[in-house]
């Protein structure tokens, strides 16, 4: 597949893309999402295709208001609309029974449709003028980190999509926080820039997804955030091995009592949060071959963090 892609700042120009069928790629306050009409199965198709994502792997429609919603569901529960008033729009996704208009290729055969309403004006003034929910999982071929600049957009997919929608600079660089509201209680899937604490706080009786229950979010069994290079904990172990290794790379929030070619050292945990997928994705561009990054707690955004690297970090 080879076609001509444009990077445009024009919201009306993408949208037209979106409008013929064809995916675009486009900036949304967590990362960039890789979008096609939620009704369209052969638009959405394409989207499977160009990432290479597995078939049973279903995406987030994405809306630019809240009556919307009506548009996907058979019905909103208690704690959706909880979440709904509180954190729409914004980076968090809800899920939800689906009605019959939704295809099954966009929930990838469940009877649930993940929903989210991005903060970001630009991204909602693209889906308005879209006239449809845009269904869009991040734009970055599957396994790869997650892009949160236009350009990484453009290394993943250039020839292979006809249309990047340029916007405004991604603002948090984690991918939103999913929460199952299909089932009570409400179960989070994927820890993002929303917390469990904050979701705690408006409904009590949240959990966090348990590792060893039946696969609940089918991405969560696949490979993913993994750049070419290693990515190793930092440990007292390890310690001596990286410090005189030219090829190696460091990410964290505290100082290494080692020597890199390359350090990051992040100013808070959102920090660490929203410089994670750049980092991973420069340290490949400039041929490191291991990248150690620092453990956090996992309370507040280290949750995420700790998702993102612990998964990372699986791939080896
Ligand atoms: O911030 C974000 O969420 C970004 C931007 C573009 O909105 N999107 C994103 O999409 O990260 P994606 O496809 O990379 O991740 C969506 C996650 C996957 O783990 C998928 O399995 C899960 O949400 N998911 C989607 N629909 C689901 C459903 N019906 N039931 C359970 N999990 C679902
Ligand atoms: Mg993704």
């Not at 993994?226 to 007292?236: D, G, L, M, Q, R």
Request: hydrophobic share 40%; net charge positive.
């Amino acid at each position: 597949m080879c076609v001509k892609t444009i990077v445009t700042t024009s919201v009306l120009k993408a949208a037209s893309f979106i409008r013929k069928g064809e995916t675009v790629a486009f900036p949304t306050e967590t990362v960039y999402g890789l979008g096609a009409d939620c009704f369209n199965e052969k638009a959405v198709m394409k989207i499977f295709k160009v990432k290479g994502r597995a078939s049973d792997n279903p995406l987030i429609v994405h809306i630019h208001t809240k009556s919307q919603i009506r548009l996907l569901v058979r019905e909103i529960t208690e704690s959706a609309y909880r979440i709904i008033k509180k954190f729409f729009p914004g980076p968090v996704t809800v899920i939800l029974e689906k009605n019959d208009l939704v295809p099954h290729l966009v929930t990838a055969g469940l009877n649930t449709v993940a929903i989210r309403m991005p903060s970001m004006k630009f991204t909602r003034e693209f889906i308005k003028k879209c006239g449809v929910p845009i269904a869009a999982p991040s734009a970055n071929i599957s396994g790869k980190p997650s892009s949160v600049t236009w350009e990484h957009v453009q290394n993943d997919f250039k020839g292979r999509i006809p249309c990047i929608l340029k916007g405004p600079e991604v603002k948090y660089g984690i991918e939103s926080t999913v929460v199952d509201c299909s089932v009570e209680p409400p179960v989070l899937l994927r820890p993002g820039k929303i917390t469990l604490e904050e979701l705690q706080r408006i409904i009590p009786e949240i959990t966090l997804v348990n590792k060893s229950s039946k696969i609940k979010s089918p991405g969560m069994k696949y490979r993913h955030y993994s750049p070419e290079a290693k990515v190793i904990f930092w440990n007292t172990e390890n310690r001596k091995l990286a410090a005189d290794n030219e090829n190696s790379a460091y990410i964290g929030l505290n100082k290494p009592d080692a020597s890199f070619r390359k350090i990051k050292i992040c100013k808070s945990p959102e920090d660490y949060a929203s410089s994670l997928f750049s980092f991973f994705r420069e340290c490949d561009r400039e041929g490191f071959k291991k990248i150690y990054v620092q453990k956090v707690q996992r309370t507040g955004i280290g949750l995420a963090i700790m998702n993102r690297l612990d998964k990372a970090a699986a791939r080896q």
